[in-house]
């Protein structure tokens, strides 16, 4: 289990891993690794299977039970979801029913669920929730502070608060780092209230 934490090769791990649940079959938590690395590959019902695996040898192991309900998540069963979640009851999978939450447009909730985390999701969550202010500190302090998506949310909160220079910047970076969001911004309602701007008509090409 140590030596897959000495790879950044998804590979290696999930062979490692592998090779580990062979050896030590009765231990959950090779089978509960070999199942997140099938994650992160996106094979669903390989890992589904590997924590169902790990659910026997372990049950109701607040680990396992997370990652099963990321598998209900991935798989469109919300319900099942939210169920594993709060059998989990882990600052993980509270993180988790967030991101439910937001799917299910119960945004309080959503903030409640994300507590003091500093990410995309939760800076989301309140603007979704009515406190655009709120999110600009969480953004600015999450490790995804630099990624496209996150100038543009900033964006739509300089939008919210009628800020043009925030909404300005932050949209100019976002398309910087993916052109794909200039014509989401075209079509955005975010913006409508500066569909006549030429500013943000020159970034959009209007």
């Known amino acids: ?26 231990d959950w938590r090779t089978s509960n690794n070999v199942g997140y690395c099938y994650l992160l590959q996106n094979k669903v019902s390989e890992a589904q299977a590997q924590f169902e695996k790990a659910n026997g040898l372990s049950a109701n192991n607040s680990i396992v039970l997370n990652n ?16 594993k979640y709060a059998a989990s009851n882990t600052t993980e ?25 500093n990410s995309f999701n939760a800076a989301l969550a309140k603007v979704l929730n009515g406190s655009p202010s709120e999110a600009l500190a969480i953004i600015d302090n ?53 569909v006549n701007d030429a500013d943000f008509k020159g970034l959009i090409g209007g």
């Open 1 to 26: 289990l140590y030596a897959a934490t000495l790879t950044k090769d998804l590979n290696t791990k999930l062979n490692i891993y592998k090779t580990a649940e062979k050896m030590y079959g009765n």
């Open 68 to 83: 099963m309900g990321i598998v209900s998540r991935w798989k469109g069963d919300n319900k099942g979801a939210i169920e």
């Open 93 to 117: 999978s509270k993180y988790n029913t967030g991101i439910v939450n937001i799917i299910q447009g119960k945004y309080a909730d959503a903030c409640s669920n994300f507590g003091g985390a």
């Open 142 to 194: 999450s490790t995804e502070k630099d990624a496209a998506v996150s100038f543009y949310l900033k964006a739509i909160v300089g939008a919210r608060t009628n800020n043009k220079d925030l909404m300005i910047n932050n949209l100019k970076s976002a398309i910087g780092k993916d052109a794909s969001f200039k014509k989401m911004a075209a079509e955005d309602k975010e913006f409508h209230k500066f």
